[in-house]
């Protein structure tokens, strides 16, 4: 087992930074989950944690231990890939235990170590077959034992699911779930997946161009997002956006002359442009016509996808979508919507970073009896 320290890092690739100046503490034990797009530098942070990339500028630190200039073998890490790669003239047992071949691990010590291994992974039947005699999943078990073999003090996984059909990718999430919790290894696991991110992530840290833009537990991020980019990326379908004005009293005005929200006050100058955001499932379907607190939603699609249905449509001149279960009773049209102000969340037009509400002060008022109706009791003042 073992900790990670990253202070500053940075990495070019000639003249075209990669990393931008990343820190991240990864604690004995912690499985890490580092979720961007495609580009923003997953792999090459997790290169120049294995050692495979030199770092530009800044620190790597393994249980303490400055690692810039350690070779990839002395760092203690196994990487597990996409493209998992098998000796296709192996078999399941001589792939598993190559590594400690090579090393000069006795041929008893290596068969036990393996048998070991492949019980874990559940891949004791399969030790005698080749790799082309395996489905994706096992062979991607296969890449994890390999990984496993030397048992690393830390696990670095670069997108290792993404090439699996959508059912495997989730039966090995949960194998690799139950594994961690199993071996409690140090784990670095990168994904564009928001699923597997929110799913394996004791630690999520979201990237975006070199940086990491924020980093907490998956339902603070979710929950929290601390910028445009972090609620945008994290959800699906996707967070909606509202552009809004706040006005002379601090009310956001949406479409001009809409005030949705009137409880949200924003400390905030007049003028300022901010992007409203709420989860499509945050959001009520209503009937019209337009009252206080409500928006008008013109549906152009409903998608049926069986658990929930997807409400696709404009509002004050913006498309969003407005998720509901599928039990809902449609209102009759015209179609508004209601949006509770708790589950809105507004960001600077200008950066894209979160800004808060002056906080609403709820008084709790004291009821019994038949009248003891939890949302009764909070009124908001
Ligand atoms: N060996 C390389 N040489 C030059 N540029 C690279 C190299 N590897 C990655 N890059 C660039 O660095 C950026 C980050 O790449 P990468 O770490 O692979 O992103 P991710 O894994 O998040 O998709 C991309 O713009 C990519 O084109
Ligand atoms: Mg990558």
């Known amino acids: 087992m073992a900790s990670i320290e990253i202070r500053s890092v940075r990495k070019l690739y000639g003249k075209t930074p990669a990393v931008r100046g990343v820190d991240l503490s990864v604690e004995d034990g912690e499985f890490v989950v580092v979720l961007g797009p495609s580009g923003c530098g997953k792999s090459t942070l997790l290169r120049m944690i294995a050692g495979l990339e030199d770092v530009s500028a800044g620190e790597i630190a393994i249980d303490g231990r400055i690692v810039n200039d350690v070779e990839p073998a002395h760092r203690g890490c196994a990487m597990v890939f996409q493209n998992y790669a098998l000796y296709p003239h192996m078999t399941v047992a001589q792939n598993i235990g190559y590594a400690l071949k090579v090393s000069g691990v006795s041929r008893q010590q290596r068969e036990q170590r393996v048998e070991r291994i492949a019980a874990t992974l559940g891949l004791e039947n399969l030790l005698a077959r080749k790799p082309s005699e395996l489905s994706g999943g096992q062979r991607q078990r296969v890449a994890m034992g390999r990984a496993m073999v030397r048992s690393p003090g830390i696990f670095l996984f670069d997108e290792p699911l993404s090439n699996l059909d959508a059912k495997l990718r989730i039966q090995m999430r949960i194998e690799i779930k139950r594994l961690h919790r199993e071996l409690r290894t140090t784990s670095v696991f990168v994904t564009h997946d928001q699923v597997e991110a929110m799913t394996l992530a004791d630690k999520l840290i979201v990237m975006n ?100 249905f997807h409400f696709h449509g404009t509002t004050a001149g913006t498309s969003i979508a407005v998720a509901t279960p599928v039990t809902t009773e449609l209102p009759p049209e015209p179609f508004a919507i209601t949006v509770p102000g708790e589950a809105v969340h507004a960001f600077l037009a200008s950066d894209g970073s979160r800004v808060e509400p002056r906080p609403i002060s709820i008084k709790v008022t004291e009821t019994s009896g038949a009248d003891a109706c939890p949302e009764k009791s909070l009124s908001f003042i």
């Open 209 to 308: 161009d070199g940086l990491i833009e924020q980093a907490g537990s998956p339902s603070q991020v979710f929950r929290q997002p601390q910028s445009r980019f972090v609620a945008n990326f994290l959800g699906s379908p996707p967070m909606n956006f509202l552009p809004a004005i706040v006005d002379g009293n601090g009310r956001a005005r949406v479409a001009g002359d809409l005030v949705p929200w009137s409880r949200l006050v924003w400390d905030l100058p007049a003028g300022t442009k901010l992007d409203l955001a709420f989860r499509p499932a945050a959001a009520q379907l209503a009937s019209g016509p337009i009252q206080p607190g409500m928006l008008p939603f013109a549906v152009e699609m409903v998608e049926d996808l069986g658990s929930e």
